[in-house]
């Protein structure tokens, strides 16, 4: 077998150095070592994270409820207690004109006089104007007792009933006091805080 020699005045075919071989190994080798990227979401973290926010924007809340603007339709009782107010519990508001499960309106108030006999009403009653279920604020409590409900759990607290703080006028018809009162009970909220403002105590 023969072999052909180059074309004469062809240059031979230079060749690598082979220091530069090695630095592009070493490269390649360095490649495939790195760690593929991560192109997913880590759920589970932030899943952790919200529930964490949850907590923290609910007891804020809670922590804000001592400070209640004061307005025409809605003035404060006083009392000489000095106990500090309750920092958590479901906001429930009875001002003049209506009833409020935390900032969300629930239903309208009829006038103080008819308020004073039978309360909100029997078209927003279960059984007629002799009950003292009000039918919309019970709806509202119940959706508010979900959330709480698992906050509870999550904080290791008593998760059996739950616990309002009641911030009601000065000027509430008795009557429409026990049908919230009431109404709280069947939704499974067990204790109960009244808002008041601090007064001085008489000589």
Same mark, same amino acid.
């Given at each position: 077998m023969t072999q052909q020699a180059p074309p004469a005045g062809a240059?031979?075919?230079?060749?690598?150095?082979?220091?530069?071989?090695?630095?592009?190994?070493?490269k390649a080798i360095r490649r495939n070592a790195e760690e593929p990227?991560?192109? #997913?979401?880590?759920i589970t973290a932030m899943l952790d994270i919200m529930t964490?926010?949850?907590?923290?924007?609910?007891?804020?809340?809670?922590?804000?409820?001592?400070?209640?603007?004061?307005?025409? %339709?809605?003035?404060?009782?006083?009392?000489?207690? @000095?106990?500090?107010?309750?920092?958590?519990?479901?906001?429930?508001?009875?001002?003049?004109?209506?009833?409020l499960v935390g900032e969300d309106q629930v239903l309208k108030l009829p006038s103080r006089e008819s308020l004073a006999q039978s309360g909100?009403?029997?078209?927003?009653?279960?059984?007629?104007?002799? %009950?003292?279920?009000?039918?919309p604020l019970g709806n509202a409590l119940q959706?508010?007792? @979900?959330? %709480?409900?698992?906050?509870?759990?999550?904080?290791?607290? %008593?998760?059996?009933?739950?616990?309002?703080?009641?911030i009601a006028d000065q000027t509430t018809p008795y009557r429409l006091l026990i049908e919230v009162l #009431?109404?709280?009970g069947q939704t499974e909220y067990g204790k109960y805080h009244l808002m008041v403002m601090q007064g001085k105590k008489g000589g």
């Amino acid at each position: 077998m023969t072999q052909q020699a180059p074309p004469a005045g062809a240059a031979p075919a230079p060749k690598a150095p082979v220091t530069r071989y090695k630095a592009e190994l070493r490269k390649a080798i360095r490649r495939n070592a790195e760690e593929p990227d991560i192109n #997913f979401l880590n759920i589970t973290a932030m899943l952790d994270i919200m529930t964490i926010i949850l907590v923290f924007l609910l007891k804020s809340l809670g922590e804000s409820s001592a400070s209640i603007p004061q307005s025409d %339709d809605l003035k404060l009782p006083t009392s000489i207690i @000095k106990t500090q107010p309750a920092n958590e519990g479901v906001l429930v508001t009875i001002s003049k004109t209506q009833i409020l499960v935390g900032e969300d309106q629930v239903l309208k108030l009829p006038s103080r006089e008819s308020l004073a006999q039978s309360g909100v009403g029997a078209s927003h009653k279960r059984s007629g104007p002799n %009950d003292l279920y009000i039918v919309p604020l019970g709806n509202a409590l119940q959706r508010t007792r @979900k959330t %709480d409900k698992v906050i509870r759990q999550a904080k290791g607290q %008593d998760a059996s009933m739950s616990e309002a703080i009641i911030i009601a006028d000065q000027t509430t018809p008795y009557r429409l006091l026990i049908e919230v009162l #009431f109404t709280l009970g069947q939704t499974e909220y067990g204790k109960y805080h009244l808002m008041v403002m601090q007064g001085k105590k008489g000589g």
